[in-house]
Antibody, heavy 120, light 108 residues
């Protein structure tokens, strides 16, 4: 079955660090464009980061310099290292696979998400 | 940055047609994607490239896009269609996706 399963969320104090994982099955993470998208409580979706199949990465301005996206190809897993966390980073974090369509991208597979709460 | 505007809520009786709009400057020149999200579940792509239905999505779901408004149309609405719906485009200038704020569809 083709699916994504996130883990690693939890309660963390402001300024702390957390690493999220997204285990993929049914396809290979290393050859796909993989993203993190978050959703703050009661809010809409916000794109966070992407790692393209060729390893180029891109970040939202709100997380640039604090978050790092990467892949563990041996485990077919997408990672998100989050440092210097702030209260406004509190959200459900979704892992999502992107597909390209004539120079634009959309998301054809999502995980169920993992909740990150930044609070003292 | 590019902004997509959706109504916070839309209500419709079972069997009727629901129309959820997504407004953006010249959105008709962009490809629009629609996602359905039920409580506690992952989003699901229901419309691709303005009007294409992915495999497994009922024919009741359709889309249109022109001028400054894209529309998700759900005909013969069922109780199981109750969910949040998000539109999405790709912002070429900043090279990242942009989502609308979401619309909660309530089936009366």
């Amino acid at each position: 079955e083709v699916q994504l399963v996130e883990s690693g969320g939890g309660l963390i104090q402001p300024g702390g660090s957390l690493r999220l994982s997204c285990a993929a099955s049914g396809f290979t993470v290393s050859t796909n464009d993989m993203n993190w998208v978050r959703q703050a409580p009661g809010k809409g979706l916000e794109w966070v980061s992407v790692v393209f199949g060729g390893s180029r990465t891109h970040y939202a301005d709100s997380v640039k310099g604090r978050f790092t996206i990467s892949r563990d190809n041996s485990k077919n897993t997408l990672l998100l290292q989050m440092n210097s966390l702030r209260a406004e980073d509190t959200a459900v974090y979704y892992c999502a696979r992107a597909r390209e369509n004539w120079g634009t991208w959309y998301f054809d597979l999502w995980g169920r998400g993992t909740l990150v709460t930044v609070s003292s | 940055s590019y902004v997509l505007t959706q109504p916070p809520s839309v209500s419709v009786a079972p069997g009727q047609t629901a129309r959820i709009t997504c407004g953006g400057n010249d959105i008709g020149s962009k490809s629009v994607y629609w996602y359905q999200q039920k409580p506690g579940q992952a989003p699901v792509l229901v419309i691709s490239d303005d009007r294409d239905r992915p495999s497994g999505i009922p024919e009741r779901f359709s889309g249109s896009n022109s001028g400054n408004t894209a529309t998700l149309i759900i005909s013969s609405v069922e109780a199981g269609d109750e969910a949040d719906y998000f539109c999405q485009v790709w912002e070429v200038s900043s090279d990242h996706p942009v989502f609308g704020g979401g619309t909660k569809l309530t089936v009366l």
